[in-house]
T-cell receptor, first 108, second 116 residues
Framework: QKEVEQNSGPLSVPEGAIASLNCTYSDRGSQSFFWYRQYSGKSPELIMFIYSNGDKEDGRFTAQLNKASQYVSLLIRDSQPSDSATYLCAVNRGKSTFGDGTTLTVKP | DTEVTQTPKHLVMGMTNKKSLKCEQHMGHRAMYWYKQKAKKPPELMFVYSYEKLSINESVPSRFSPECPNSSLLNLHLHALQPEDSALYLC???????????????FGAGSRLTVL
């Protein structure tokens, strides 16, 4: 079992729709959880981090954490073509471990 | 502009060459990292330098050797690399290693390495 698993992509949504990205992790001792966005040929950049159960909202982005289910998600509302990228879930227990990423395409 | 600066952006080297990748951060972060990323794969941690202590991913071959001259600089020395080492090498820093909520990674733009 991989330490961090993301829903297999690619994921395609129309402009203006909600994109839902999911991530599960195996280590119950994980303390903090991150979503990074990576455009093709670029380095990852932080979208959000969360470390308490529940929802955390930042603009069009909402991260959700359920430690009992070992599940993290990222919702992108009103998706834009500029959101097209690979989204990496990272889980930290001392060091960050990345999932394989989900590639999102937002079609105009 | 990123606050983590990596040089060079591109590097082509032969298998017998010795070269170095350089990374600098001016954010006062206490931890610095080297990651390797192959195409369509996630970043893989190679080394962590935190509080003057180096942690090594034991799967990283000895032809890669890190050096930390001071808390804002982290170099990666390359020697006798193989073509399969061709990848994007990412440097990152964080406020502290291992502290919940304080280990957001700030990545540099990366160094694209090609080994011929």
């Amino acid at each position: 079992q991989k330490e961090v698993e993301q829903n297999s992509g690619p994921l395609s949504v129309p402009e203006g729709a909600i994109a839902s990205l999911n991530c599960t992790y195996s280590d119950r001792g994980s303390q903090s959880f991150f979503w990074y966005r990576q455009y093709s040929g670029k380095s990852p950049e932080l979208i959000m981090f969360i470390y308490s159960n529940g929802d955390k909202e930042d603009g069009r982005f909402t991260a959700q954490l359920n430690k009992a289910s070992q599940y993290v998600s990222l919702l992108i509302r009103d998706s834009q073509p500029s959101d097209s990228a690979t989204y990496l879930c990272a889980v930290n227990r001392g060091k960050s471990t990345f999932g394989d990423g989900t590639t999102l395409t937002v079609k105009p | 502009d990123t606050e983590v600066t990596q040089t060079p952006k591109h590097l082509v080297m032969g298998m017998t060459n010795k070269k170095s990748l350089k990374c600098e951060q001016h954010m006062g972060h206490r931890a610095m990292y080297w990651y390797k990323q192959k195409a369509k794969k996630p970043p893989e941690l190679m080394f962590v330098y935190s509080y003057e202590k180096l942690s090594i991913n034991e799967s990283v071959p000895s032809r890669f050797s890190p050096e930390c001259p001071n808390s804002s600089l982290l170099n990666l020395h390359l020697h006798a690399l193989q073509p399969e080492d061709s990848a994007l090498y990412l440097c990152a820093s964080s406020q502290e290693e291992g502290q919940a909520g304080a280990n957001v990674l700030t990545f540099g733009a990366g160094s694209r390495l090609t080994v011929l």
